[in-house]
């Protein structure tokens, strides 16, 4: 059993992308999640298999017994404030552990100046201490931890999985659309599908061969998206009819399930449904890590900062309009501009992997260790 602790509510984005990797990497053991009752309520679900409790209170008594009851091979306690007594039990209980996301206020608490004994006892539970900056690292190491156990990494926020595909029919839709410049309305409301024609008809004046996919947030309402892009006037294919993008085509509802992550990788630019109007807003990280620039609309919950980490790095446009879209669209779609923007957001949340890599790859071998010898 692998365990996750979420310290705050800060780290609930980092901790399930956390615990997503573990999930498919951990093959044979278990996984399981804490936190403070208030912060576990945030998490949205937990991938099948992993668990989840509500961290106990921190005396000897309690914390002894939650450690009976999981018995965890390895820990990674993610950010937050530290537990004296669950971390004096899990050194006595010969855990080995990571702490990640590690800051002053979460070592120290109220500002102190000095390492207080309890906190100072709590760090040796940690073979690895990873700080979110340098101030931290000195500190500890100033405090007494060995120096070959704490890295300044910076925050270490979440490790996006890329959506999967069939192979084939990339290979099949790619040589369909070929050199033509392409986008991609991905789930699309009912609601924004007219701005989503009068969109493409905009941009369709700069490049009259540009290719507009588009798949609707509800699945199976394809034949009434079709039948309202014709009513604007536009050729539009169905991929549920057994349609492929042709070249008279201008729109192709891609109206089958479980595809997105195929279109993500056609498209060098995706604009993210439900950000204009009503409707589910997709995580901007999904067409980033497949190679595809991002436009949305001023709709952006509940991937706020996800979309703020993009605006940063001038890796996403931002509209406040349908007009605006359009002129976006026809703006954004040269290959070079596509490229710049997916590698600067593909750099700023990939900035981290090789450590998360490193800390899921020790978490694991770890685990498998334990059940060898248990």
């Known amino acids: 059993m692998i365990w996750v602790h979420c310290g705050d509510a800060a780290c609930v984005t980092s901790t399930q992308s956390l ?7 951990n093959d044979g053991n278990g996984v399981l999640v804490t936190a403070a009752e208030g912060v576990l309520a945030k998490f949205d679900s937990f991938p099948k298999g992993v668990e989840s409790d509500v961290m106990p209170p921190d005396t000897p ?10 018995n965890p091979s390895y ?3 993610n950010g937050g404030t530290l537990r004296p007594a669950m971390l004096r039990n899990v050194h006595r209980a010969h855990i080995k552990a990571t702490l990640m996301n590690t800051t002053v206020d979460g070592i120290l608490g109220g500002g102190a100046r000095w390492i207080p004994r309890a906190a100072r006892t709590a760090v040796q539970a940690f073979e690895r201490v990873l700080t979110v900056d340098g101030a931290t690292a000195t500190r500890l190491k100033r405090g007494g ?8 990494t910076g925050p270490i926020l979440e490790d996006p999985i890329a959506l999967p595909h069939n192979p084939h029919e990339f290979t099949v839709m790619a040589e369909a659309v070929g050199a033509r410049p392409v986008w991609f309305a991905a789930n699309v409301g009912t609601n924004e599908v007219k701005h989503m024609a009068a969109t493409h008809l905009a941009a369709s004046r700069k490049s009259h061969r540009m290719l507009m996919i588009l798949t609707p947030d509800d699945i199976d309402s394809g034949l009434e998206v079709a039948a309202t892009l014709r009513e604007a006037g536009l050729q539009v294919g169905l991929r549920s009819d057994g349609d492929d993008p042709l070249p008279e085509m201008q ?5 089958l399930p479980d595809e997105i992550g195929l279109w993500y990788r056609i498209s060098p630019l995706t604009f993210i449904g439900g950000t204009l109007g009503g409707g589910d807003v997709a995580s901007p990280f999904e067409p980033i890590i497949l190679g595809s620039a991002v436009i949305h609309g001023p709709r952006k919950h509940p991937h706020r900062a996800r979309f703020e980490r993009l605006a940063g ?15 976006a669209i026809a703006t954004l779609s040269s290959p070079e501009q596509c490229a710049r923007m997916s590698l600067a957001g593909w750099e700023e949340i990939t900035r981290t992997s090789d450590i998360v890599n490193t800390l899921i790859h020790h978490a694991v071998d770890q685990a498998e260790q334990a059940r060898g010898t248990s």
């Open 19 to 25: 615990v997503a990797r573990l999930s498919l990497e």
């Open 61 to 70: 008594h309690r914390t002894r017994v939650f450690l009976d009851d999981w």
């Open 75 to 77: 820990l990674i306690w």
């Open 145 to 152: 931890v060995p120096a070959d156990r704490v890295q300044a």
């Open 251 to 255: 729109v192709y509802v891609a109206d």
């Open 313 to 327: 790095v001038e890796a996403s446009r931002e509209i406040r309009s349908a007009a605006e879209l359009g002129i």
